[in-house]
């Protein structure tokens, strides 16, 4: 029978007497047994020993029905199937609920393996006909450690995907009824959005994330999604969603203004799986002051997101002035509208280190006092003069008259937006 673990047969007759005599004795003493291996289990493997009576008693009960089975079979000489193991599946999703580690699970078996071997050689005793019998035993113990290991692991496995499977529909249906500007109506989603942090009138941000080249890392959207789910500043976990192709996040924020805060912990999220060959780009919306600014705050991100450029980066609207802003925003017919001898200046002093148009942001900066752009600059008074009447010459703008300094700050901003 396939998956079936099955004794082989022992020719000698005082060698099946002493086959016999062991597993009988082993049968025996299966409290015994139990009790050992859930000793050693939880000496070796720490989240057994985190554990209380009855997660051991039920470890307890499952060695004994794994050693029973064994030994029931081997001495009636009948193969072990799947039929005879039914009760690991069960163990194994409880093992699961439980949030028991897959390799601490599989390892158990490694030690109540251990310890059934140990008894069964210590039964032999030393006789030669006892070593043959212990012998003949090893293969078909370790062919069912084998075997009901796989079966635990499978369903394990099984019982954890549906759980993330069902994780993700509530996350997804959660999602969708924020981004419609509500709060679910009740029950388990409604539950979901609190232990995210989100109510009625909570402060949240929404950001939204796309893979600078998922051809590279099909991966990297869940890669990204689990990142972002670890970014927040408060107990609560944050709410992300891989949606359609781009990655949805909606962390809470609390009653203090901490959105800079967070900001600053997505741009290092972000620089971070950049390193890691993981590289994203961000725009992150300003903060929505409760459900209903949900949908607003998702076309914000979104429109953030589009000025961000080919290599990724964070775009973050909260840290950029109106200005700013609308220099992203700019479409070609305003860049158009730059007068081309502004386009050829910023051009010209880019391949110079671009100290004429540090100048003029700092001046403008400065509210047009000389002195103290000097002093920001770290250049004498007559060096920064001199640096506004070359200004001047070249772009035939002034940097001292508001309309042309505006008319030079609106270049800089969409040469920089287009960089």
Known sequence: MSGAVILPAVARADVRE?????????????????????????????YYRDQGERFHGDVRDQLRAHYGTQLAAFLEDRAITL?????????????????????????????????FWDAAVECAGETSAGHEAALALAGPLMRYVDFASMQAANAYVEYQQHVVADADRQRRDLLEHLLGGALPPGGPLLAAAHGYGIGAASRVLVAVALPVDAAIDEDAPQIGSAALARVGIHESRTLVVVRQGEIVAVPALGPAPDSLRLYEQLEAMQRRLGSEG?????????????VAEIPRAYREAHAALESVGEDGGVAALGRLSPFDYLAR???????????????????????????????????????????????????????????????????????????????????????????
């Open 329 to 419: 925003r700019a479409d070609d017919t305003a860049r158009r509208l730059v007068d081309p001898r502004l386009r050829a200046f910023l051009d010209d002093d880019r391949g110079r280190g671009s100290v004429l148009t540090a100048t003029i942001r700092t001046f403008a900066e400065a509210d047009l006092n000389l002195r103290l752009a000097a002093e920001r600059l770290q250049v004498h008074p007559n060096t920064a003069q001199y640096r506004l009447r070359r200004i001047e010459e070249r772009t035939g703008r002034n940097p001292r008259c508001v309309a042309d300094l505006v008319d030079l700050l609106v270049a800089i901003a969409l040469d920089d937006a287009a960089s």
């Open 18 to 46: 002493e086959r016999a005599r062991i597993l009988a004795t082993l049968l025996d003493r299966i409290d015994e047994l139990a009790d050992r291996a859930l000793a050693g289990m939880v000496a070796e493997i720490p």
């Open 83 to 115: 039929t005879d193991i039914a009760f690991v599946r069960s163990a194994a999703s409880r093992r699961a609920r439980a949030g028991c580690p897959l390799e601490g699970y599989i390892n158990a078996f490694r030690v109540g393996h251990q310890v």
């Open 278 to 290: 993981v590289p994203l780009a961000m725009g992150i919306s300003t903060v929505a002051r409760g």
